[in-house]
Each structure stands twice: as structure tokens, then as C-alpha cells.
């Protein structure tokens, strides 16, 4: 694993606020590793919408030409769209690399993604191909997994029989509603449910994935072991990429 250096982006010149960072980290992001002629994963939040328009931008200007998305949610689909993006399916191309952001970033670049409710479509195409180029401020990186909860896309019948199961793991598993008069489950694009899984900290995370994925129901959980090609990330002192070999 190899730190790089910034993108010629230091303390100074950086925004204070955590929306200013995230800006930052996705130009950063973005002018380091997109390159004309590339099929590009494109995730799913509020950090990766700013890769979007960032790459749409470069398209309009002609500083990038014949990049191709493959979204990894109908949000994403329609802000690609509309930032001139010409889309693609993973049966017509797979991605050279996806970038997305993360919820969290511990220091061997696994991560916790999905709190956003895209998981599932954001892990299918992270490993098609290419790697991760995840764009996030510094409040992401944290010392263990699991300081907040870890998202499980179950399917929805039987939700509550994986529900149990999951809570045999050592987690207190909630399942994700929508508030409102009448609260109701979250539906993902893919029309299945979301369950929150509170760990706490979470040391093996390859362990606890494998764990979970053997629990039928479980479609697949939220972390990301092994798919990091490369961090951004940007703080008050500044752009720190840090690039884990894998390519």
C-alpha cells in the first residue's frame, strides 16, 4: 500500500465545511484517475453526485471524451443523464474503474458502504472490474469498522427469519424504515429490504462478510473487502491519496 502524493491541492486551499471537502475529494478524484475512453462505475450518494457533475463538466468542456457510466442506481441514472453522461449496462462493457464514496475507511481500505441503500448494486459492479476509487472527506476514515451500523440488503420474504439470523452474529439488527405517518420499510431498487446491523467494531471484516453472506436472506451486506484500488481523501490539511496495489 502506497501513499501518493496530492493532486496539487494543500491545506490551504481547502474549504472547511464537510460539503466543501466532499467537493473537493471528487474533483480530486476524478481529474486523478478518469481518463478519456473509459467505462466508469458510477456510485450511488451525495459524494459520488459530485464525481458526476465533475465528469460531466470535463465532457462538456472536451477535457474528457467517449467516458461511458454504468450507474449503480436509478438516482444515479438520471443525474448521469442529465450531466450528459452517455450510459451503458455491464453486458455492453465493464468498468475500468468505479468510483463511489464510502460511509467508512479503515486503514487496510476495507470499507462499510450501503447506508445510502444502494448496496447491493454498488458491490455488483465495484467487482466487476477496474477497482474503487472511493472520494470521501476525513471524517470517513475511522480506526475500526463499525462505529456506525453495517447495512444488509435482505430479500423481503422471510425478512424477519434473517433478521434473527443475524442477530445470532453479535449485532442488534434493525430493519430500515421510512418515517411518516405511517413508517414503512425502505425498498431498494432492487425491491428489497434493508436491515441496519449495529456491531460496534467489526475486526475481521472478510470473517464477518463470508459470515453473512451464508445466511439465507442475506443478499449481500455492506462490507467491501478487498475491492479498493485507491482513497481520496480530503481534510483541512489536505488531499491524501493513498493507493493499496491493486489495479
Do not use: Q
Not at 471524517?139 to 445470532?168: C, H, I, Q
Amino acid at each position: 500500500m502506497a501513499v501518493a502524493p496530492a493532486f496539487a491541492t494543500s491545506g490551504d486551499d481547502l474549504p472547511g465545511d464537510a460539503e466543501g471537502l466532499k467537493r473537493t475529494a471528487a474533483r480530486e478524484g476524478v481529474d486523478g484517475y478518469v481518463r478519456s475512453g473509459m467505462a466508469l462505475g458510477l456510485g450511488s450518494g451525495t459524494t459520488s453526485a459530485l464525481a458526476v457533475l465533475r465528469i460531466g463538466d470535463l465532457l462538456r468542456s472536451g477535457e474528457l471524451r467517449d467516458v461511458r457510466g454504468i450507474p449503480t442506481s436509478e438516482a444515479t441514472a438520471r443525474m448521469a443523464r442529465e450531466a450528459g453522461i452517455p450510459l451503458v449496462g455491464l453486458d455492453d462493457a465493464r468498468p475500468d474503474l468505479t468510483i463511489d464514496g464510502a460511509d467508512e475507511i479503515n486503514a487496510s481500505l476495507d470499507l462499510i458502504k450501503g447506508r445510502g441503500g444502494a448496496l447491493l448494486r454498488e458491490k455488483i459492479v465495484a467487482a466487476s472490474g477496474g477497482g474503487l476509487v472511493v472520494i470521501a472527506d476525513g471524517s470517513k476514515m475511522v480506526d475500526a469498522l463499525g462505529e456506525g451500523p453495517l447495512p444488509v440488503e435482505v430479500d423481503r420474504f422471510g425478512y424477519e427469519a434473517t433478521l434473527n439470523a443475524l442477530a445470532t452474529l453479535g449485532c442488534e439488527p434493525e430493519l430500515r424504515l421510512l418515517s411518516g405517518e405511517e413508517p414503512h420499510p425502505f425498498v431498494t431498487d432492487g425491491g428489497h429490504y434493508t436491515v441496519d446491523c449495529k456491531f460496534y467494531s467489526i475486526p475481521d471484516p472478510a470473517g464477518l462478510e463470508t459470515e453473512i453472506r451464508s445466511i439465507p436472506g442475506a443478499l449481500e451486506c455492506g462490507l467491501f473487502v478487498g475491492l479498493t484500488r485507491a482513497v481520496v481523501i480530503a481534510s483541512e490539511v489536505g488531499v491524501e491519496v493513498i493507493e493499496s496495489g491493486l489495479s
